[in-house]
């Protein structure tokens, strides 16, 4: 767990409609492109845990925890977290 909990192989979402985690509004998680090594662990919805499947539909709201390799999380971050900062 501790492992798994650095910030290098963690990273948390909010998709929000301003946000580029708005293109994942509607989607099912098989839907999704994720980078290799990397997992959705959690989704928290309205004060619910929701385990995720890959059938899950993302709503507005939703906070993804994912977990995975260093190099995939960094991806993600790149894509979701710095790209506001262009």
């Known amino acids: 767990k501790e492992i798994l909990l650095r910030d290098e192989r963690f990273f948390s979402i909010k ?5 580029p985690s708005s ?3 509607g989607k099912s998680l098989s ?5 290799q090594g990397s997992l959705v662990a959690l989704i928290r919805r309205e004060g ?16 993804l925890t994912i977990i995975g390799d260093a190099l995939g ?6 894509e979701y977290i710095l790209k506001n900062y262009e």
């Open 31 to 35: 839907q999704i492109e994720m980078p």
């Open 73 to 78: 999380i960094k991806q993600l971050n790149n």
């Open 15 to 19: 998709i929000s409609i301003d946000k």
């Open 48 to 63: 619910q845990n929701i385990i995720p499947r890959g059938n899950t539909v993302l709503l507005e709201g939703d906070r």
């Open 23 to 25: 293109l994942l509004i």
